[in-house]
């Protein structure tokens, strides 16, 4: 219903209630000649059984108990974009980088795109896993404190654990918790000693409440951004399917998604080095570490750290990239479906750079605007086609 | 003078609340177009308003708002049902029309808003005299159940149809600015 509709719901309420005037009769009168369908729909409203059932079916709704539990969800004020820590401004909405295919921001023309997409990244959530195997949802609440098991304190906040309170509890066996991510959200975290971990959409993260021994181990699958604090007597050790990371004191990026067919680790400062029990290379800034699952394999290669680290500065970025996988980490991110309707469309190559914390249809419509493919939203899925 | 979905805007609750009575029973009736389920649609309708809550900084005025909150009610409902039938997603994707009366649904519910609203805003003794004619009572029936005389109903009654008839031309103005 666009605004100018206003009038002529004016209108028909006021026939309904009998208080129409001159006025509302002779806008119902040619809004209904103007088409079959508004006479249908005239037709419809004005019929005794459907207005009787509407004015029961308002009544009918506690709308004291919805507005109650309601309230109680916007006070938890689930995480979307937060400022914990963040370093980095949010990135200019849908600046263009790569790809010679710039003209189509001047092309401006409308387009058939079918329906809007609902934001469904709000319904995500974030688990964490205490070390008795409680799960609780941890994005919910204002801040407060969350107890373990021996002493084990855990302050949240809005998109943030910190157990940096745990250091000075006493060396015992490790008690271990793990942190899980659904789609459509990031989440910050602060270990017992200081190591802030950032972590993107769908990452699980098992760490122990207070590292303990020689060694710092956390156990990681996902996508997460670390930045190590400084210790050399206690490495820490990164264990993400297959590649071991052992840091010195340092930060990266660390992708390692179970659906991927690679583990890669992004070195943005510092040092650290990578293995897979085998082998073992020591990389430096601005080289990738790269674990293949196929071959379980390591190799090393130089990379522009700002693509891997994009999403660490609220930002979408690609270059270069198959469109399936662009729509797979838009699909994490967004907690869209989606679904390529040929072969041919999925190989095609897109850059761009989006802000993260906007909504998903500046970058569907790039596509669109590149003319290379069809890209068309029917009941909320995201069907992709080459252009023919 | 302020515009509320501006108050709802800047964060004032009082005026989410305020539209939130309004449009949750819409939104629920609304649902109940594609699914049977009313504990489901009572769910969604309350998650696509939490939703505009939090999305709140997006809009600046009423349209956009209630087509938003329409929009993601309407694509919840179809996530539900294509769950239910998950074949029928394909056939649609290649090339069919899709053929659903989204706007023709909108219209009408905000017609029944409107009605509900008007009538809901009158005071009580006016309120009843409006609700016992639309079902059609005639005025001495009125006159009897209420316990005034039926010369004093046809003046109360003459005075609740302007002050209604007002009402309505105010909602769309009144949800602008107030």
């Known amino acids: ?388 | 003078m302020q515009n509320i979905i501006l108050e709802i805007r800047s964060g004032d609750r009082e005026a989410f609340r305020e539209f939130f009575e309004d449009y949750y029973p819409v939104l629920c009736s609304f649902a109940r177009k594609y699914l049977f389920d009313t504990e489901r649609c009572r769910d969604i309708a309350q998650e696509a308003l939490l939703t505009y809550w939090e999305e709140r900084g997006r809009f600046l005025d009423l349209s956009e708002a209630r087509r938003f909150l329409y929009t993601v009610t309407r694509n919840a409902c179809f996530n539900v049902l294509k769950k239910e039938r998950a074949a029928d997603r394909y056939l649609q994707a290649s090339g069919q029309e899709y053929a659903d009366d989204f706007e023709e649904k909108i219209i009408e519910h905000e017609v029944f808003l409107l009605l509900h609203k008007a009538v809901n805003g009158l005071p009580t003794q006016m309120r009843r005299i409006i609700e016992y004619s639309l079902q059609g009572m005639r005025n001495s029936e009125i006159a009897r159940e209420i316990g005034i005389a039926e010369g004093t109903l046809h003046t109360l009654k003459k005075r609740a149809y302007r002050k209604l008839r007002e009402a309505m031309k105010d909602h769309f103005y009144v949800l602008l600015f107030f």
């Not at chain 1, 490790?174 to 459509?184: D, L, R, S, V, W």
């Open chain 1, 1 to 388: 219903m666009y605004k100018k509709d206003e009038r002529i719901v004016e209108a028909i309420a006021a026939r309904l209630a009998k208080v129409a005037t001159e006025e509302d009769l002779r806008v119902i009168a040619v809004w209904r000649m103007e088409s079959e369908r508004n006479e249908a729909l005239y037709q419809r409203i004005t019929t005794k059984e459907v207005l009787e059932k509407s004015i029961e079916e308002f009544r009918q709704e506690d709308v004291q108990r919805a507005w109650e539990r309601v309230e109680r969800l916007m006070n938890a004020s689930r995480p979307r974009r937060y400022t914990f820590f963040r370093r980095y401004a949010a990135a200019a909405a849908a600046a263009l980088i790569v790809l010679p295919l710039t003209w189509w921001l001047t092309s401006r023309a409308p387009l058939e795109t079918g329906e809007e997409l609902p934001d469904t990244r709000s319904s995500a959530k974030v688990q964490l896993v205490l070390s008795d195997g409680t799960t609780i949802p941890v994005n919910e609440g204002n801040a407060s404190i969350i107890r373990d098991s021996a002493g084990t304190v855990i302050r949240q906040e809005e998109g943030h654990l910190d157990y940096s309170q745990n250091e000075a509890l006493r060396d015992t066996t490790p008690i271990f918790n793990e942190i899980i991510m659904a789609n459509g959200m990031e989440y910050t975290m602060t270990l017992s000693d200081g190591t802030k971990i950032f972590l993107n959409a769908e990452s699980k993260l098992r760490f122990p409440v207070k590292f303990t021994g020689k060694k710092r181990v956390v156990e990681f699958e996902g996508e997460g951004y670390f930045e190590v604090a400084h210790d050399p007597q206690h490495p820490f050790i990164v264990r993400a399917g297959g590649m071991e990371v052992t840091v010195l004191g340092t930060e990266f990026n660390l992708r390692a998604y179970k659906d991927e067919p690679t583990v890669e680790t992004t070195l943005v400062e510092g040092s650290v080095r990578v293995s897979n029990g085998k082998e073992e290379f020591r990389i430096v800034p601005g080289e990738q570490g790269v674990y293949e699952h196929g071959t379980k394999r390591i190799s090393t290669r130089q990379v522009d750290v700002t693509l891997y680290t994009a999403w660490h500065r609220n930002e979408i970025k690609f270059k270069d990239m198959p469109l399936e996988d662009v729509m797979r980490d838009l699909a994490r991110w967004y907690g869209i479906v989606y679904e390529f309707l040929d072969e041919s469309s999925r190989k095609i190559e897109f850059g761009g750079c989006f802000d993260r914390f906007e909504h998903i249809d500046p970058i569907l419509d790039m596509l669109r605007r590149t003319e290379l493919v069809e890209v068309v939203v029917r009941e909320s899925v995201i069907y992709i086609s080459k252009k023919k």
